[in-house]
């Protein structure tokens, strides 16, 4: 099927050139806010992180009087990324030098890494480097008072949680801020969580600077990269029996096939591997020395490299994935077959497609497997992410589940979009001849921003606001157009706003709500310009941009265009039995949404000669406006009305 999500770039080369000091676009935006104590770094990946974190680090080490650095990773395959690193050549006036028995990422280091943790604290060794596993076990071991004139990093902060019982990296990090003056620096590409919970203490958070690039201003920016495409293949069956149909071999690409205890497993990864393999050719011989696959393609003879990254045999992994650290061309590997691995922090610059295998539950994994195939390099112009994902079937006694996985699928693609697409700013429209400047947006009865609290949530935290919201089981169920779009916009979105952000005012809420809703309808719009004017798609017509008022907008579905996606990308009869898997799972009706519904009723009702809106009409809208008149009446006949 053809992409959900098409993306062309200007190549500016601006993401990717760098100043006298050494650094890139983002990476000198870091280094700007580097005396911040607390420091928030959100950018994507392939942005440079790892490298902003050594700007800022030595920084603090040489001219702001801290004694040791220490960096923390998910696991260690990322570690590579903080290893001995020239600076000086490039203008930076350190180099980043850490010293291999304090690299605890390093394959073969067999003495107990809390031991050497610990031991690393008592020497004057400046920089250390280890997973967020060695800090946890560490930390159990010490007081927080060891962490005094220290730089903490953590590296994929998103795997940080406030809540005590499902993250022990959280706590440790609000003793550390509290008992210790260590600096904290914090990055990651996606600073939402799959679980929906938060990720600091609201107290903890607010003690953060925020440094925010794009993902717009790095791909734009790009000197080789143009265009990034995003689409959904979907299969009946056995994922292994589609397989072809999807995974191109003259592509650089990244596979990742589902977790065994996911649906589309067959329970057996690595006959799942052996099929693949089988699928794409004859396998020749393996590396000994390497652990690469040598895999003769069925249709042209050409010899494959592959890396089988699903063999979980530490002799096994540690060979390949060594081999993959020291990548330089692209011949040197074809494809990377993985599981749980070769998603944050993996970086081979050459990968041009990242074909995952099943709905991942998170929407941060999705953008790290996307950030796979980003980087900018001579070797591709377009890079592609493609899901596989199971089409819903009525037969099937797990259709709710796969509906659910479709429809979150869908609602990741429109996140994605615009979080790809070039921001606007939106201010208030006041009188018909107040023109906006360009890249602003100018609209009718809305609501600037009145703190900064406000301000600071639009301008860091709106794609991962959004990201909460479209992972919303309400707001999934309302994707296909069953739920009136004002209950959507003003009864629904708010409420999820009020549980992220409890310290909001009411008025507060509201000029966020319309902030997410306008950015959301009209990132996900058709714009066109004619001539000196521009014209929106909106409601199913063009009108003038100049024209936009906060309350047509609100009488619209921000997300109309999953509704569109589905209807395209599916038959219907499997829009059908999304529809029915709906219905049997439908939201319960609220004070708010039927008082908001009760105008729309009475207007149903004139428009039709007197008749009310019919529970069984094939109509969802129909059917919730007649859903609400019951919900209306019953509550009359318990007042007495």
């Known amino acids: ?189 996606s600073y939402f969580r799959g679980d929906g919970v938060a990720i600091l203490l609201p107290e903890d958070e607010a003690k953060f600077s925020k440094v925010t690039y794009n993902y717009y201003e790095q791909l734009n920016g790009y000197t080789h990269l143009k265009s990034l495409g995003i689409g959904y293949h979907f299969y009946q069956g056995r994922y292994t029996s589609a397989i072809n149909e999807v995974l191109d071999t003259d592509k650089k690409t990244i596979l990742h096939i589902p977790n065994v205890n996911a649906g589309e497993s067959t329970k057996d990864k690595f006959q799942e591997v052996d099929y693949i393999l089988e699928k794409i050719g004859v396998v020749d011989h393996q590396d000994e020395a390497t652990g690469v696959i040598f895999v003769k393609r069925r249709t042209d003879g050409k010899m494959l490299k592959v890396a089988n990254l699903v063999d979980d045999a530490p002799r096994n992994r540690d060979r390949i994935v060594a081999y993959l650290r020291g990548i330089k061309t692209p011949d040197d590997i074809d494809l990377i077959i993985a599981l749980g691995m070769a998603k944050e922090g993996f970086d081979w610059p050459f990968c041009e497609h990242a074909l995952t295998v099943g709905y991942r539950g998170s929407l941060t994994e999705v953008i790290q497997i996307i950030g796979r195939c980003t980087r900018d390099s001579a070797n591709k112009t377009h890079a592609q992410f493609t899901n596989l994902i199971a089409q819903p079937d009525a037969e099937d006694d797990l259709v709710t589940v796969s509906v659910n996985n479709m429809l979150k699928a869908i609602t990741c693609s429109l996140l994605m979009e615009q979080v790809l697409a070039p921001n606007f700013k939106f201010k208030t429209k006041l009188l018909d001849d107040d023109k906006a400047e360009p890249g602003e ?41 069953n739920v009136d779009p004002e209950v959507i916009n003003k009864v629904m979105i708010p409420k999820i706003i009020k549980i992220k952000y409890p310290d909001l005012t009411e008025e507060e809420i509201e000029e966020i709500r319309q902030y997410v809703v306008v950015d959301s309808a009209i990132k996900n719009a058709e714009i066109k310009d004619t001539g000196d004017q521009r014209f929106i798609r909106m409601a199913g017509k063009f009108i003038n941009i100049d024209d936009l008022h906060i309350d047509l907008i609100d009488s619209i579905n921000p997300f109309q265009k999953a509704f569109e996606i589905l209807s395209k990308s599916v038959t219907p009869r499997v829009l059908k039995v999304i529809q029915e898997a709906i219905e049997a799972t439908r939201i319960q009706m609220t004070d708010e949404e039927a008082l908001l519904l009760w105008p729309k009723i009475k207007s149903f009702v004139k428009n039709s000669g007197g008749k009310e809106p019919n529970i069984a009409s094939t109509d969802p809208l129909e059917c919730r406006l007649a859903e609400a008149l019951v919900f209306i009446k019953g509550k009359r006949r318990e007042m007495g009305v």
């Open 1 to 189: 099927m053809p992409n959900i999500v098409d993306v062309t770039y200007a190549q500016t080369g601006q993401s990717t050139s760098i100043n006298t000091m050494g650094m890139r676009e983002m990476q000198e935006r870091a280094f700007s806010a580097r005396d911040a104590q607390y420091l928030l770094i959100k950018a994507p990946p392939a942005s440079g992180k790892s490298r902003a974190l050594m700007f800022i680090a030595l920084d603090k080490l040489y001219k702001q009087g801290l004694k040791k650095v220490i960096v923390a990773v998910p696991e260690k395959s990322i570690g590579g990324s903080f290893g001995t690193t020239d600076l000086k050549s490039h203008g930076f006036f350190a180099d980043w030098e850490p010293k291999p028995e304090y690299n605890l990422c390093i394959p073969g280091i067999d003495e107990s890494k809390v031991t050497a943790f610990i031991r690393f604290l008592d020497s004057d060794e400046r920089i250390l480097i280890c997973t967020h596993a060695t800090l946890r076990f560490a930390f159990e071991q010490i007081d927080e008072s060891r962490f005094t004139d220290t730089v903490l990093a953590i590296d994929e902060f998103h795997h940080v949680s406030a809540d005590k019982d499902s993250s022990r990296l959280g706590s440790l990090l609000h003793s550390v801020m509290t008992k210790s003056n260590a600096h904290v620096v914090a990055m990651t590409g």
């Open 441 to 481: 947006i100018k609209i009718r009865g809305f609501k600037e921003p009145s703190s900064l609290r406000v301000r600071e949530i639009i301008e860091s935290d709106l794609n991962d606001l959004k990201a909460n919201i479209l992972q919303d089981d309400k707001i999934i169920k309302a994707l296909p157009g």
